[in-house]
């Protein structure tokens, strides 16, 4: 089993910045692919961004050039710099990790947190 704590939400004004982080503990061996997806009110959870374990990263178009995401694979963490956030960034964002023991694959979330881009 793996553990995924988020943290890092916040209100923040349109235009300004916050940075999620996103903490595996547990059985967080083979991890191969960490992530950010969100969930607006009364929509689907989408895609934000991913990073694999060799850094290959994956964004939204809606976030492209605004977010970036990282990982520090010794310690299982990933981040997500959110920049010249918009109102329409306000969700909740939830931390996601995919792992491969042997031919299985599994995957992981953590329990979100409130992000809120309002004036």
């Known amino acids: 089993q793996v553990q995924l704590v988020a943290s890092g939400g916040g209100l923040v004004q349109p235009g300004g910045s916050l940075r999620l982080s996103c903490a595996a503990s547990?059985?967080?061996?083979?991890?191969?692919?960490m992530g950010w997806y969100r969930q607006a009110p009364g929509k689907q959870r989408e895609l934000v961004a991913t990073?694999?374990?060799?850094?290959?990263?994956n964004y939204a178009d809606s976030v492209k050039g605004r977010f970036t995401i990282s990982r520090d694979n010794a310690k299982n963490t990933v981040y997500l710099q959110m920049n010249s956030l918009k109102p329409e960034d306000t969700a909740v964002y939830y931390c996601?990790?995919?792992?491969?023991?042997?031919?299985?694959?599994?995957?992981?979330w953590g329990q979100g947190t409130q992000v809120t881009v309002s004036s």
């Open positions: 547990g059985s967080a061996f083979s991890i191969y692919r």
């Open positions: 996601n990790a995919g792992q491969r023991l042997g031919a299985a694959e599994y995957d992981y």
């Open positions: 990073i694999t374990s060799g850094g290959t990263t």
